[in-house]
């Protein structure tokens, strides 16, 4: 069984008329190397945003700004530890310098399969520092520049998950780590008195590297096949039985950066195929 990162067309991408998608505005957006956070830092750019990618991963970073710039938009790739405070704290700088920051999107994230009693420690600080220390510091540090830019505006958006709303088996710190995020969220919009606003995604499975790396853990903890995990574990509760693409989730992201989304005020876009509220 084989599930391939779908390739991003420029006629999938959601391109919205809004006075603030423009190159003197800039988005940052993090695990820009794979998946979502690449599928963002394209349609952000073919937005029109100055995008700024981050990633540890350099050459699939820069594979993203190639993409973003052959569909005519503008992205710079920084390399960036997430998990190293310089790093953030360059980052944020050097994209200063690229214009007003105006939107954040966090995304970058890790899985480890494991139950309580036998999860790493140091997975589990890896995974809080990587996925949820992160997220608050690039907040923090860009929060500022969203309130000095032009009209004082910025939206910051966090990738959480079905699982920042049910907790699966062996995933404790996912859970726990996407959970934080949509708390995140809400503190933000509390905060932002309608100015900085901030929401969270969450949805079920994605094609991602991320979710195919699941899928052998899955089956060996579980004692099923890899196809058995995909149609009764990964999408047994959706109503629709096939993964979202990574840039069906990006769209939500530009939606909710948008003038469009004026009202969406530390919500979540629950897209899940049903999983979470039906049954």
Do not use: W
Not at 123 to 131: A, I
Not at 145 to 153: A, L, Q, R, Y
Not at 233 to 247: A, D, L, Q, T, Y
């Amino acid at each position: 069984m084989e599930i391939n990162e779908p390739v991003i067309k420029q006629d999938e991408i959601l391109i919205l008329q809004d006075n603030h998608y423009n190159i003197d505005n800039v988005c940052i957006v993090t695990g820009a190397g794979t998946g979502i956070g690449r599928a963002i830092a394209i349609a952000a750019a073919a937005n029109h945003l100055m995008t700024v990618g981050l990633d540890i991963n350099e050459e699939e970073g820069k594979n993203t700004q190639k993409m973003a710039r052959e569909i005519g938009g503008q992205m710079v790739f920084i390399k960036t530890d997430l998990t190293i405070d310089e790093d953030v704290e360059h980052a944020v700088t050097e994209a200063a310098k690229l214009g007003a920051i105006k939107y954040l999107a966090n995304v970058a994230g890790i899985q480890h399969i494991d139950p309580i009693d036998n999860f790493p420690m140091e997975k589990y600080d890896l995974m809080q520092r990587l996925m949820l220390r992160a997220p608050f510091y690039l907040s923090k540090l860009t929060i500022p520049h969203m309130k000095k830019s032009p009209e004082g505006i910025g939206v910051i958006g966090n990738m959480a998950s079905v699982h920042a709303h049910i907790c699966t088996v062996n995933k404790p710190v996912y859970n726990i780590t996407k959970f934080g995020l949509r708390a995140l969220t809400q503190s933000i919009a509390a905060e932002g008195e309608g100015k900085i606003r901030s929401f969270s995604v969450s949805t079920n499975f994605v094609k991602t590297p991320l979710a195919l790396k699941q899928i052998p853990a899955q089956a060996e903890q579980r004692g099923i096949t890899q196809e058995e995990v995909m149609r009764d574990v990964m999408m047994g509760k959706s109503r629709i039985k096939e993964m979202m693409s990574p840039v069906e989730v990006a769209n939500l992201f530009i939606f909710g950066f948008s003038r469009f989304a004026r009202y969406l005020i530390g919500g979540d876009l629950l897209f899940d195929g049903g999983a979470v509220l039906t049954y």
